[in-house]
């Protein structure tokens, strides 16, 4: 027969064991109930550290941002500041050119009647052609769309064929009225010395009198002289001497 007291001691040292579990248990599951807010609270740490480290880079490129449009407003206020003076240099040239237009355009009106007059009363060849130019002239004078740096260059281009005619020869056909008659012919023009005619079978040939202001008609006895001078002039024939009659440049006295 057992001894009771045996039993009783081994049931209450099992009972013993199962509460030390039971304790131990309590502890490991209050440990990680323990442990719970602590994960989730370095997890919300974590993630305002990354929240924390965005917005640092956010503002790092705002503020690089803010001092490449800070320096590129510097640089347009500059560009500013100097587009403004040039406005005023170009206001000044603007009002400089008017006072400069006011005293240059009775200028070139002058200077183109004196043209009109010389051509009047000079040797009248090519006189319409001539005549036309300095209406063209005067007509583009009062043009308002066009610059006066145009209409100083146009005057100045017919100055100068004006002053070209004296230093070249010519020829060109046309017409000319003789014994009520108006015959085919082809002039020929030296400098402002000398300006004849020849018609094409060579029976009438003349000179321009300035004195006289008319033609005077030699019938054909300058044919084979105008003939050659225009065969040079056309270059169908090397250049030679030419004897035709050249008269002073004034009349003269006594």
């Keep these: 027969m057992k001894n009771p007291y045996f039993l009783l001691i081994t049931i209450f040292a099992f009972s013993s064991s199962i509460y030390s579990q039971e304790i131990v248990d309590q502890t490991l599951n209050t440990q990680v109930d323990a442990n719970v807010p602590g994960v989730v609270a370095q997890k919300e740490i974590d993630n305002l550290d990354e929240q924390a480290k965005k917005l640092y880079y956010e503002f790092k490129d705002t503020v690089s941002e803010y001092e490449g449009l800070r320096r590129y407003d510097d640089q347009l ?71 006066t740096a145009e209409k100083f260059r146009k005057v100045f281009e017919a100055y100068q064929l004006e002053a070209g005619f004296g230093n070249t020869i010519e020829t060109y056909p046309g017409f000319i009225d003789l014994d009520n008659q108006t015959i085919s012919v082809d002039y020929f023009r030296i400098g402002r010395l000398g300006w004849y005619y020849r018609s094409a079978n060579g029976r009438e040939t003349g000179y321009w009198d300035k004195f006289s202001e008319n033609w005077v008609n030699t019938g054909g006895r300058l044919n084979d002289e105008i003939k050659l001078a225009l065969d040079i002039a056309n270059r169908q024939t090397p250049p030679n001497f030419i004897t035709l009659p050249v008269q002073p440049v004034d009349r003269g006295e006594g």
């Design 77 to 147: 206020e500059k560009i500013v500041f100097s587009q403004e003076d040039e406005i005023k240099d170009i206001l000044k040239q603007i009002d400089s050119l008017d006072n400069v237009n006011k005293e240059i355009l009775p200028f070139l009106k002058e200077t183109v009647d004196s043209l009109r007059k010389f051509i009047e009363l000079d040797m009248p060849f090519l006189k319409e052609s001539r005549i036309a130019r300095i209406d063209d002239l005067d007509s583009i004078i009062l043009q308002s769309n066009v610059t």
